[in-house]
């Protein structure tokens, strides 16, 4: 059975950081995929970072390209997402996801493209 429980969220004022952790477990070897999304009240969901298992290619959203990092520890079956500089609309829930070779791909970004959904962490930005 997979598992993505997120870590790592918490409350924090402009301009600083956080770094979310995401640990996978069961079937992890599967995973093509691992991506970072969000949701904010009243908003839908939003892909915010994707990276590749085999072969390490990154994806951002244009809203925080040059902020966040995601990067992916394969010997912890850990993906992370560095937030830095962090503005009040980055204030969300956010969730990590696996996709798997079997699911369709709609891009890196899609909500479609992933199998495997954690919980999530509330991350809230303050001035």
């Known amino acids: 059975q997979v598992q993505l429980v997120e870590s790592g969220g918490g409350s924090v004022q402009t301009g600083g950081s956080l770094r979310l952790s995401c640990a996978a477990s069961?079937?992890?070897?599967?995973?093509?995929?691992m991506g970072w999304f969000r949701q904010a009240p009243g908003k839908e969901r939003e892909g915010v970072a994707g990276?590749?298992?085999?072969?390490?290619?990154?994806h951002y959203a244009d809203s925080v390209k040059g902020r966040f990092t995601i990067s992916l520890d394969s010997a912890k079956n850990t993906v992370y997402l560095q937030m830095s500089n962090l503005k009040s609309e980055d204030t969300a829930m956010y969730t990590c996801?696996?996709?798997?070779?079997?699911?369709?791909?709609?891009?890196?970004?899609?909500?479609?493209?992933?199998?495997?959904w954690g919980r999530g962490t509330q991350v809230t930005v303050s001035s």
């Open positions: 996801a696996a996709a798997i070779l079997n699911n369709a791909w709609y891009g890196a970004l899609s909500t479609r493209s992933y199998r495997y």
């Open positions: 990276v590749s298992t085999s072969h390490g290619s990154t």
């Open positions: 069961g079937y992890s070897n599967s995973f093509t995929y």
